[in-house]
């Protein structure tokens, strides 16, 4: 038997939120991969500094920096990313913003911010995606970033944990919807990852030690351990899995 590996030689990866730490993570694994990425976020400085170290180690990439809120962004980010890299097979929807608040300090603006990026632009650029992919004769991939807030509620995240439930629906009905095109949709869906952000959250210490006891392996995921599973959902290996919520929480939603 051959060894197994994982590969995405030649595919095309359109990545947003890819100067995040998580898309940031699942640009540079795909790209190791062999996959040819296209890199979309808010800040085209970053884009254009992750975009150029990628080139530098042989890896086709391109960037558009846009709102992806804003109407009818999602679909000039689908066509930009046809247009520079001639097809997308692959849409990993990284970008999303997670406020911390009391749920009676909530406000209308907080609210429709975290579901307009974690939810709306999330549907509308799998819609384009996926209209492009059913157009060329179906087949592909799409991952979305969700959390283990999707399934377990959490505090002071009434519209975060709200817009990761509403995740997990929208990947369960894009997939039934769309496997008579041969396109798979999952999510995957992480505990705390270590970044800066957290980082400044864990300076509570009493926030610290719940997040640390809720989860049964005792710490934090890392990026790359997010970017670890989302290359299996985006690779061969994963044909026959759609509709799947991966969780990668070290236990937490099993209790």
């Known amino acids: 038997m051959k060894p197994v590996e994982i590969s995405l030689k030649d595919k095309v990866a359109l990545i947003t939120g ?17 996959a040819r990425v296209f890199l979309h976020d808010l800040f085209e400085d970053k884009l254009k500094d992750i975009a150029g170290a990628m080139q530098a180690e042989g890896i086709e990439a391109g960037y558009k920096a846009s709102d ?9 980010l689908v066509d930009a990313a046809i247009g520079k890299m001639g097809r997308i097979d692959i849409v990993v929807n990284s970008a999303g913003i997670n406020r911390p608040q009391k749920s009676e300090d909530v406000t209308e ?11 709306r632009a999330m549907f ?8 492009h992919m059913i157009e060329r004769g179906g ?3 799409i991952i979305n970033l969700s959390s283990q807030a999707g399934a377990v509620a959490l505090p002071l995240r009434a519209a975060y944990c709200s817009s990761k439930g509403g ?22 869906a992480p505990t705390f990852v270590e970044t800066p952000f957290t980082a400044q959250m864990f300076q509570d210490e009493e926030f610290k030690k719940y997040v640390l006891a809720s989860i049964p392996l005792g710490r934090m995921v890392t990026s790359e351990e997010i970017a ?28």
């Open 18 to 34: 890819a100067a995040g730490g998580l898309g940031g993570a699942i640009a540079r694994m795909f790209g190791a991969a062999g």
């Open 68 to 76: 992806i809120t804003a109407s009818g962004a999602p679909q000039a």
């Open 109 to 119: 603006k907080n609210w429709d911010d975290i579901m307009n990026i974690n939810l």
């Open 124 to 131: 509308f650029v799998s819609q384009a995606a996926g209209k």
């Open 139 to 141: 087949g592909g991939k």
């Open 167 to 188: 995740v997990n629906q929208l990947t369960r009905t894009l997939a039934l919807e769309w496997a008579k095109h041969r396109i798979v949709v999952n999510a995957v």
């Open 228 to 255: 670890n599973a989302a290359l299996f959902l985006a690779s061969d290996l994963a044909n026959m899995i759609t509709g799947h919520i991966l969780a990668v929480d070290g236990g937490w939603t099993i209790q």
